[in-house]
């Protein structure tokens, strides 16, 4: 008579969760850019060992109350009440991830997760991110153009901007894409009623919002003081390298060096925004090695500095499922 035998109980296999592995992503991206940008950031490190302490963490202050305003225009742009403290996190962690896409997009989808998974149904989620950009927008543009007209000599331009040719170039460039863009919109039935229920949709929420003052101060005081904050850590850091130029002309040159860098897109605007911001630094009349250690200076305080915690940050609100 044959015997029945149990098999052993096979051991299972612990899988890994994917959120652990998620979190775990932005510490190794950040870890492999910082690894491969080292050699700037100490060379930027160095310029700054000599700097005034005082004004470092002037800008070191502007750069966190940053985030609180950042924080503040998210809040504007829905009707929710979002929590606070996650949502200045959130900001602060937006910074990791928008050095690892262009043109925003990094710290746009973390904002988009996050009101996602706070209820907010995708229409209204990205119609709350297009919000938030043109608010953003319209401040710095508005800002620098009022700067500008009480200080119409901030600036020595002369032989740095293209001549006629140069901008009637642009201006055509710019217009064939444009162009192109409506073309798209014109053939494809299906893209152009998306985007037109997104416009509807979009301009209904935006309507709805500024009919609420407490969101509409929010909206465009957290997107005005943005900007400034930014421009200040900007003069802040100029001000520790004892560049001779006045701080609102540093502010002035960092807007318009934004503003110009917004049409090329990349990662964390690395490249693009340096390069716009070190000319416009110039243009205002600091000596090009001046320059060129402010912005080294300005990067590692608002965007190097960070990086780390803001990766950890990141990690931590993908586990705990708050993205």
Same mark, same amino acid.
């Given at each position: *008579?044959? +015997?029945?035998? &149990?098999?052993?109980?096979?051991?299972?296999?612990?899988? +890994?969760?994917?959120?652990?592995?998620?979190?775990?992503?932005?510490?190794?991206?950040?870890?492999?850019?910082?690894?491969? $940008?080292?050699?700037?950031?100490?060379?930027?490190?160095?310029?700054?060992?000599?700097? =005034?302490?005082?004004?470092?963490?002037?800008?070191?202050?502007?750069?966190?109350?940053?985030?609180?305003?950042?924080?503040?225009?998210?809040?504007?742009?829905? =009707?929710?009440?979002?929590?606070?403290?996650?949502?200045?996190?959130?900001?602060?962690?937006?910074?990791?991830?928008?050095?690892?896409?262009?043109?925003?997009?990094?710290?746009?989808?973390?904002?988009?997760?996050?009101?996602?998974? =706070?209820?907010?149904?995708? *229409?209204? &989620?990205?119609?709350?991110?297009?919000?938030?950009?043109?608010?953003?927008?319209?401040?710095?543009? &508005?800002?620098?153009? +009022?700067?500008?007209?009480?200080?119409?000599?901030?600036? $020595?331009?002369?032989?740095?901007?293209?001549?006629?040719?140069?901008?009637?170039?642009?201006?055509?460039?710019?217009?064939?894409?444009?162009?192109?863009?409506?073309?798209?919109?014109?053939? *494809?039935?299906? !893209?152009?009623?998306?985007?037109?229920?997104?416009?509807?949709?979009? !301009?209904?929420? *935006?309507?709805? @919002? =500024?009919?609420?003052?407490?969101?509409?101060?929010?909206?465009?005081?957290?997107?005005?003081?943005?900007?400034? @904050?930014?421009?200040?850590?900007?003069?802040?850091?100029?001000?520790?390298?004892?560049?001779?130029?006045?701080? +609102? $002309?540093?502010?002035?040159?960092?807007?318009?060096?934004?503003?110009?860098?917004?049409?090329?897109?990349?990662?964390?605007?690395?490249?693009?925004?340096?390069?716009?911001?070190?000319?416009?630094?110039?243009?205002?009349?600091?000596?090009?090695? &001046?320059?060129?250690?402010?912005?080294?200076?300005?990067?590692?305080?608002?965007?190097?500095?960070?990086?780390?915690?803001?990766?950890?940050?990141?990690?931590?609100?993908?586990?705990?499922?708050?993205?």
């Amino acid at each position: *008579m044959a +015997v029945l035998t &149990t098999p052993p109980p096979q051991r299972r296999r612990r899988n +890994v969760p994917w959120r652990t592995m998620a979190g775990l992503l932005p510490a190794l991206l950040v870890g492999a850019w910082m690894a491969g $940008h080292w050699s700037v950031v100490a060379d930027g490190g160095r310029d700054l060992l000599s700097a =005034h302490r005082g004004w470092l963490v002037a800008a070191l202050a502007a750069t966190g109350l940053g985030w609180v305003a950042n924080a503040l225009a998210r809040q504007g742009t829905v =009707h929710e009440r979002l929590p606070a403290v996650r949502l200045v996190v959130t900001q602060f962690a937006a910074t990791a991830a928008g050095q690892l896409a262009p043109a925003g997009i990094g710290a746009s989808a973390v904002n988009l997760r996050f009101l996602r998974n =706070h209820g907010l149904p995708l *229409m209204r &989620t990205s119609a709350a991110l297009a919000l938030y950009s043109l608010a953003e927008s319209i401040s710095r543009v &508005t800002l620098l153009l +009022v700067l500008l007209v009480a200080f119409p000599h901030a600036l $020595h331009t002369a032989g740095m901007l293209p001549g006629r040719t140069g901008m009637v170039l642009v201006a055509v460039i710019a217009s064939a894409v444009l162009a192109g863009a409506v073309a798209v919109l014109a053939s *494809m039935r299906r !893209v152009r009623d998306a985007v037109r229920g997104f416009v509807v949709s979009a !301009v209904a929420d *935006m309507r709805s @919002l =500024h009919a609420r003052p407490s969101r509409a101060i929010a909206l465009w005081g957290g997107s005005l003081a943005f900007p400034v @904050l930014q421009a200040a850590s900007m003069a802040a850091v100029a001000m520790a390298l004892d560049m001779p130029v006045p701080a +609102v $002309h540093v502010g002035i040159a960092y807007l318009a060096a934004t503003c110009l860098a917004a049409v090329i897109p990349s990662p964390g605007g690395i490249g693009s925004v340096d390069a716009a911001l070190a000319l416009a630094l110039v243009a205002a009349g600091s000596p090009t090695a &001046t320059a060129a250690s402010a912005v080294l200076g300005f990067r590692i305080v608002t965007v190097w500095l960070p990086l780390v915690p803001a990766a950890v940050a990141l990690s931590a609100l993908i586990r705990r499922k708050v993205l």
